[in-house]
């Protein structure tokens, strides 16, 4: 079985541009969550959707920051405009409501 | 909110020696999970474990739910188990991940 699929696996961009991360779930999971890793917070819990809906975004930075669920195979992650600061590795996870979790391989985000 | 504590913060072991690390929780779980986020950043899941003891291998662990706490045991290290094990639990279905321990497992 595929796992969580995450897309691209390394971005660089400059500052002010847009930044699209992507994320495919396991097939059957209907929670998505998006975690961010850095050196000095760790792995953060940015969003989850549970059935395509958005429960708790309450990790998400700032308005910057948006993701989207559209089906029940794909999700987004926006940043517009990027900052330097965002820079870090992006995770996608999924799960199913008995709740064993599941990672992408990360998006790493650097901004220039 | 749920606070993860996580012990010790690094350790240093010779290939094949054993090791426990230890996962402290501040409130009830429904879930906990280990991973191992190897030297190229993958997280592996390593065991759902939300009460009582599992085995895979080398690694063993166990989570005494009522007393707020989890164990990893890993049995004749490799060099392979290098990297950053994570213990993450959660109340509900969002998991919160405490600050990981560091392995290093030396030839």
């Known amino acids: 079985d595929a796992g969580v699929i995450q897309s691209p696996r390394h971005e660089v961009t400059e500052m002010g541009q847009e930044v699209t991360l992507r994320c495919k779930p396991i097939?059957?999971?209907?929670?998505l969550f998006w975690y961010r890793q850095t050196m000095m917070r760790g792995l953060e819990l940015l969003i989850y959707f549970n059935n395509n809906v958005p429960i708790d975004d309450s990790g998400m930075p700032e308005d910057r920051f948006s993701a989207k669920m559209p089906n029940a195979s794909f999700s987004t992650l926006k940043i517009q405009p990027s900052e330097p600061r965002d820079s870090a590795v992006y995770f996608c996870?999924?799960?199913?409501?008995?709740?064993?979790?599941?990672f992408g391989e990360g998006s790493r985000l650097t901004v220039l | 909110g749920i606070q993860v504590e996580q012990s010790p913060p690094d350790l240093i072991l010779q290939e094949g020696a054993n090791s426990t690390l230890r996962c402290n929780f501040s409130?009830?779980?429904?879930?906990l999970q280990w991973f191992h986020q190897n030297p190229w950043g993958q997280l592996i899941n390593l065991f759902y474990i939300p009460s009582g003891t599992k085995q895979n291998g080398r690694l063993s662990a166990t989570t005494v739910a009522t007393e707020r706490y989890s164990l990893l045991y890993i049995s004749s290290s490799q060099t392979t188990d290098s990297g950053v094990y994570f213990c993450?639990?959660?109340?509900?279905?969002?998991?919160?991940f405490g600050p990981g321990t560091r392995l290093s497992v030396l030839p």
């Open positions: 996870a999924s799960s199913t409501a008995t709740g064993e979790l599941f």
């Open positions: 409130d009830s779980v429904n879930n």
């Open positions: 993450a639990v959660t109340p509900g279905q969002n998991f919160v």
């Open positions: 097939s059957g999971h209907d929670y």
